[in-house]
């Protein structure tokens, strides 16, 4: 389903159109074609549950994910609410009113669904391959709650919102339990992070020595009980969290990435 607005063009991914059409990451890195090829998967197990993949007709990486909090892969309690997920728009893109068309889109779906409000997870400051915090501040959201690991829990609050979201418990302490070497939890919500965590990091490590456990939250009701709440990509190292950038997995940059963290 393609509509215009402002002139500008967007698709709704949908069971029918998404082994045909791209979702904007990962198009032009054929080394992850098969976690690609993954997170079309998870995305159309997910459209089962109420989930958007809305993008630019275009080649190019302007898109919002969102769907029903009760059914998102994230640690979060936020009944009646939408939850947003991978929002980004690049490059050339940027500063044209992409942004605020498609977030628009949300609130405009939510209101006239009844929903509580939108709602969604940033890094307290900018973290990799999350939304853009500050923009979001701007555009009517309001932190809910913040946690030591660096993560800020933010929404939209209608009026007819009875209880702000809030993180889960598994979240709170801003650790994981295992507390040697480094630890990887992941999710196919990205067409990246299958490759870099199974192949890069697994080299990365090994070349170091150093020991590894990857975590692969295989469902949603795993997912929303993760020490994380960034559930495409989490490191941590003896414990502690350390960083959500996906290339922290590759050899050449592990460590400066790790050294500016720790």
Not at 110 to 134: I, P, Q, R, Y
Request: aromatic share 12%; hydrophobic share 35%.
């Amino acid at each position: 389903m393609r509509q215009e607005t402002h002139k500008m063009k967007y698709i709704t991914l949908t069971q029918e159109n998404i082994k045909s059409e791209h979702i904007c990451c990962g198009f032009s890195d054929k080394k992850c074609s098969e976690s690609y090829e993954l997170k079309k998967h998870w995305l159309k197990e997910a459209f089962k549950n109420g989930y958007v993949f809305r993008r630019i007709d275009e080649r190019a990486k302007v898109f919002i994910e969102y769907g029903p909090s009760e059914k998102a892969w994230v640690p979060v309690t936020a009944p009646n609410y939408i939850m947003i997920g991978c929002f980004w728009v690049s490059g050339k893109y940027k500063g044209k009113g992409h942004g605020k068309s498609l977030l628009q889109e949300v609130i405009n779906t939510a209101e006239s669904n009844g929903k509580s409000g939108l709602v969604t997870v940033v890094g307290t400051k900018k973290f990799h391959f999350m939304s853009d915090t500050k923009w979001l501040l701007q555009h009517g959201f309001k932190i809910c709650e913040s946690i030591p690991s660096g993560f800020s829990l933010i929404s939209i609050d209608f009026k007819n919102s009875v209880k702000r979201p809030y993180f889960n418990q598994s979240v709170q302490s801003g650790g994981c339990s295992i507390k040697k070497g480094i630890v990887a939890y992941y999710s196919n919500r990205c067409p990246y992070s299958e490759y870099h965590v199974k192949k890069s990091l697994v080299e990365t490590a090994k070349k170091r020595k150093l020991p590894l456990t990857v975590v692969k939250l295989e469902t949603m009701e795993i997912a929303q009980s993760a020490p994380t709440p960034a559930t495409i990509f989490s490191l941590f190292i003896d414990g502690t969290f350390v960083t959500t950038d996906i290339s922290v997995c590759m050899d050449s940059r592990f460590d400066k990435i790790i050294s500016k963290k720790t």
